[in-house]
T-cell receptor
Framework: DGGITQSPKYLFRKEGQNVTLSCEQN?????MYWYRQDPGQGLRLIYY???????QKGDIAEGYSVSREKKESFPLTVTSAQKNPTAFYLC???????????????FGDGTRLSIL | KQEVTQIPAALSVPEGENLVLNCSFT??????LQWFRQDPGKGLTSLLL?????REQTSGRLNASLDKSSGRSTLYIAASQPGDSATYLC???????????FGGGTRVLVKP
């Protein structure tokens, strides 16, 4: 079955530590996205990538970094510069290229990050 | 800057009653609007996507309408069931830029 896999499901970070969240998709989608969700709130965009080796900052990119070396993979690193990292992180993908911008976004099951 | 609002933030109804969920957005220049369902601790499941040129979309008991000029969408869920209890989020894809802007969601409880 095609889908989006996020790992780990739960992650704990120590002070001053960088942690990386994994997101893999086998849907052959061009675009991938990272969102952050805080309790009782909607999603906010951190970074997105429309094509391999290219990505753009979203609304809350400070303290985060990404890479897109392969079409299937879009890992997110939460750096020590992110002072309030505790949240639910969601990865999404969509078939977005050229005229295909009307396609829906599909989501993984999320990673919950907490501070030790 | 696009802003999306969902009111009410929470809703509780008895089983069998119809649900009406509202979503409003400030910039009418959109590609599409998407409704999602989120269960506690889970990711988002896409329910319906309405293109900017469409007025409504239907899937089973779900019907979503779009009035782009007034910046509103409504999700109707007919004959609600306890299994419909979840948070429902709407998201707008703006014509300027290639990203979704989400509302804060409406948390729904259907009581048996």
């Amino acid at each position: 079955d095609g889908g989006i896999t996020q790992s780990p499901k739960y992650l704990f970070r120590k002070e001053g530590q960088n942690v990386t969240l994994s997101c893999e998709q086998n849907l052959n989608h061009d675009a991938m996205y990272w969102y952050r969700q805080d309790p009782g709130q909607g999603l906010r965009l951190i970074y997105y990538s429309q094509i391999v080796n290219d990505f753009q900052k979203g609304d809350i990119a400070e303290g985060y970094s990404v890479s897109r070396e392969k079409k299937e993979s879009f890992p997110l690193t939460v750096t020590s510069a992110q002072k309030n990292p505790t949240a639910f992180y969601l990865c999404a993908s969509s078939l977005d290229s050229g005229q295909s911008r009307h396609q829906p976004q599909h989501f993984g099951d999320g990673t919950r990050l907490s501070i030790l | 800057k696009q802003e999306v609002t969902q009111i009410p933030a929470a809703l509780s109804v008895p089983e069998g009653e119809n649900l009406v969920l509202n979503c409003s957005f400030t910039d009418s220049a959109i590609y599409n609007l998407q409704w999602f369902r989120q269960d506690p601790g889970k990711g988002l499941t896409s329910l319906l996507l309405i293109q900017s040129s469409q007025r409504e979309q239907t899937s089973g008991r779900l019907n979503a309408s779009l009035d782009k000029s007034s910046g509103r969408s409504t999700l109707y869920i007919a004959a609600s069931q306890p299994g419909d209890s979840a948070t429902y989020l709407c998201a707008v894809r703006s014509a300027a830029g290639n990203k979704l802007t989400f509302g804060g969601g409406t948390r729904v409880l259907v009581k048996p």
